[in-house]
Structure formats: structure tokens, C-alpha cells
């Protein structure tokens, strides 16, 4: 069973406009953007009784209500998930782990919502493009650690690494490249990584001699060579 | 050579490439414990033996001896333990030796 919406506003200690409690939207402030936080009168979020799900009108942060409650109480949402459905009531495919939000970032969110029989026969593919997700993901996070490291700005790096696995909805994201720093061997996507590093750093060299700036260029490398990569695919499908 | 060296305010871990084919790290933790030190880290070298011989021991001694007035010290244990990257660690400037 679900639980309801206001009810886990509740037990989260989200502050609720009492006057909308009996009303079918029941309003409260935002713990997303927190842009009523200053203004007694205003509750930007909006919780929806019947259909169980929020939405913020000033920053646009929404969803079902396990995604509400993984979001402020910042479990994952698969634990969310077994804290109303169990653990072992059925094997579930991997790609039916993956959260509305992840779901979105490969572009499945809406196929799932809305032709759920195409999405039922497509979940070896769902989790094709997750995994690809993943390792793009990875592999920038890994050039940025490197040159972060290079550059003597390990603790800023860290910080852009959590900000890019909380964006691409990675939670592991920061652990995976730390973990294959540490390694003896270096997979593959790191040596992918290390590649984009490489570049960046030339391009940071030639552009300044300070190195200040060289975690811009990772991304810049880094697009160059999804883009060259998607490119190259093309050719592939032509030939 | 070292490539980083980082601390979480009791150790000093050094970042030493792996011997190995390909690219990948070892890192050593090198940590004051009374009159000596403990090194620990995990490599293909020391697999079986942690006091077998290796570069990224042979770094953390050259290291030590630089930087100590009074090396040798009473003892050096070795230990055989896989270390990883921490997100808390603070990277601090490389100890410029030599012979790394
Ligand atoms: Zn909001
Ligand atoms: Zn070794």
C-alpha cells in the first residue's frame, strides 16, 4: 500500500498551510528550492491527495509520492520502494529498479507512462541505455578527477563529481571513480577517461598557462568525444 | 614518481602508479604509530608477502628518510591492505624527492 502524500509531508516536518489541509491540493513549502522559505504566506508545493503525487509551482520539482518521499528523506528510491512493497515479493528485471527520474534521463519516463506494454517488452534495452548512461557518466567524472587531482583541486572536484551523480541521478557515482583510482588496473571507461583528461589538459595548457581553468575544458573535451563517438556511429550505420 | 599526496589528518597517503601492464594506482598509507611508522597498501608484489620488496615501499622509505631528522626510526611494519581514494581526504603539494 501506498502511503499518502501528506502524510509523509508530515512525517518529514514539511510545514503545511493549514487551511488547505481538507482541501484537494494541500499546500506547503517547498524543500526543494525553498523559495517561499521567507514569506509566511506563500507554500509553493503542491501535494495532490487523490492522485498522490507533488509539484512545486516555483521550481517545477515533481513526481509520485515514493519519488517524494526518496527526495526528502534522501534514501534511494528502491528502498523507498521495498518500505511499501517488500523485499522478495517478486523478481523484478534490473530496469524496473531504475526511479521515474532515472527513467527520464534516458528518455523511457514517458514510453513507461503511457504505452506500459511497449515499455514491458523493451527492459533488456531500458537497461542498455541506462548502462550507457553510466559509463558516459563515469567516464566524465573520471577525466574531471584526474585533472582535478592534477591541478590541486581534489576537494572542488569532489564537490562537482556529488553535484554530476545527484544531475544523472548516479548515487554511487563519486564511490565508482574513487574506487577506480584506487585500482590497479584501470577499466576501460577510465582509460576513456583518462584520454578526455588528456586533451582537456593540452587544450587548458594552450589557452593559459595557469591551470586554474582546466576542469571547463573536461567537459568541452568530453562532449567533443560523445560527439565524434555518435558521429563515427553514423558512418557506421551509412557504410 | 608520486603522482598526489593526500591526508585525512592522521596519515599520509601517497598515489604511486601500479607496475602492472596499463594504467592504475596503488595507494600507500604511511601513518606515525609511536616511534615508527606502518605502511600499508596492497600491490602485485605484496600479494603473499607484505615485507616483500617493491617500488611503492621503496617510495614511502626514500619519503621517510627525507623528511625525518631522526631515521632511521625504532621500527617500520608493513601491512598488506588494499587502500582507496577517500572523498574527505585533503590533497596536499607533493614532497618533492628526488628519487621518486
Ligand atoms: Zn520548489
Ligand atoms: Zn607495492
Not at chain 1, 63 to 68: A, M, N
Not at chain 2, 43 to 57: F, G, L, T, V
Not at chain 2, 78 to 95: C, F, G, T
Request: glycine share 4%; aromatic share 10%; net charge neutral.
Amino acid at each position: 500500500m501506498l502511503p499518502s502524500i501528506v502524510n509523509v509531508a508530515e512525517e518529514n516536518g514539511l510545514k503545511i498551510n493549514p487551511r488547505t489541509l481538507k482541501q484537494k491540493e494541500v499546500l506547503c513549502k517547498c524543500p526543494f528550492c525553498l523559495a517561499d522559505a521567507n514569506d509566511p504566506k506563500k507554500y509553493y508545493l503542491s501535494l495532490n491527495l487523490k492522485e498522490n503525487i507533488y509539484k512545486c509551482w516555483y521550481c517545477k520539482e515533481s513526481g509520485g509520492v515514493l519519488q517524494f518521499e526518496s527526495s526528502v528523506t534522501g534514501k534511494p528510491f528502491q528502498e523507498v520502494k521495498e518500505k511499501y512493497f517488500g523485499k522478495n515479493r517478486k523478481k523484478y528485471h534490473p530496469a524496473e529498479m531504475l526511479s521515474p527520474k532515472q527513467l527520464a534521463l534516458i528518455n523511457w519516463d514517458e514510453v513507461k507512462r503511457n504505452h506500459f506494454e511497449e515499455y514491458k517488452k523493451s527492459l533488456q534495452t531500458v537497461i542498455a541505455d541506462w548502462k550507457a548512461h553510466v559509463r558516459e557518466q563515469r567516464i566524465l567524472a573520471f577525466a574531471k578527477l584526474l585533472i582535478g587531482i592534477e591541478t590541486m583541486k581534489y576537494s572542488i572536484v569532489i564537490e562537482n563529481i556529488k553535484k554530476q551523480a545527484e544531475d544523472v541521478q548516479i548515487p554511487t557515482l563519486v564511490e565508482d571513480v574513487l574506487s577506480m583510482y584506487s585500482c590497479t588496473q584501470w577499466e576501460e571507461w577510465a582509460l576513456e577517461g583518462r584520454i578526455i583528461a588528456g586533451v582537456a589538459y593540452k587544450t587548458a595548457k594552450q589557452e593559459s598557462k595557469e591551470l586554474e581553468n582546466a576542469l571547463i575544458y573536461v567537459s568541452l573535451a568530453f562532449y567533443q568525444a560523445i560527439n565524434d563517438h555518435s558521429q563515427q556511429k553514423q558512418f557506421e550505420r551509412v557504410g | 614518481m608520486i603522482k598526489a599526496t593526500f591526508t585525512d589528518g592522521a596519515a599520509l597517503y601517497i598515489v604511486v602508479p601500479s607496475q602492472g601492464e596499463g594504467h592504475g594506482n596503488v595507494i600507500v598509507k604511511i601513518k606515525k604509530e609511536g616511534n615508527g611508522f606502518v605502511i600499508t597498501h596492497s600491490c602485485s608484489e605484496n600479494q603473499m608477502d607484505a615485507h616483500a620488496s617493491c617500488d611503492h615501499k621503496l617510495y614511502s622509505l626514500v619519503l621517510l628518510k627525507k623528511h625525518l631528522d631522526n631515521y632511521p626510526v625504532e621500527f617500520i611494519h608493513y601491512e598488506n591492505s588494499r587502500i582507496h581514494l577517500q572523498p574527505d581526504w585533503i590533497q596536499i603539494q607533493n614532497i618533492k624527492v628526488a628519487e621518486c
